[in-house]
């Protein structure tokens, strides 16, 4: 079995940062990208940053300048460093990473974790 979970999610003013992680587990035999999205009230899921297994990221238009995202392979862990947030930014995060497991599979999916709520508001 595989599992996905992120934390660090919560409250913070504009103009604040915060924190994510997220960390697959289980049987993981190999990990190809790891990406961050978020869905926002009302709306639908959209991508905020990926990166490959080489530390290579893509970021969505919106966060540009503002989010990091890096990974460590070592610990099957992704991160989301977000600064200078905005109330646009609220959203509920979720993490994903495109894996293959040790049951015998020959092809890669992705696994999602359960999301992880970001408030931004005064």
């Known amino acids: 079995q595989v599992q996905v979970v992120e934390s660090g999610g919560g409250l913070v003013q504009p103009g604040g940062s915060l924190r994510l992680s997220c960390a697959a587990s289980?049987?993981?035999?190999?990990?190809?990208?790891m990406g961050w999205y978020r869905q926002p009230p009302g709306k639908g899921r959209e991508l905020v940053a990926l990166?490959?297994?080489?530390?290579?990221?893509s970021y969505a238009d919106s966060v540009k300048g503002r989010f990091t995202i890096s990974r460590d392979n070592a610990m099957n862990t992704v991160y989301l460093q977000m600064n200078s947030l905005k109330p646009e930014d609220t959203a509920v995060y979720y993490c994903?990473?495109?894996?293959?497991?040790?049951?015998?599979?020959?092809?890669?999916?992705?696994?999602w974790g359960q999301g992880t709520q970001v408030t931004v508001s005064s």
């Open positions: 994903n990473a495109v894996l293959r497991t040790t049951n015998g599979d020959s092809y890669y999916r992705t696994y």
């Open positions: 289980g049987s993981i035999a190999s990990i190809n990208d």
């Open positions: 990166v490959t297994t080489v530390g290579s990221a």
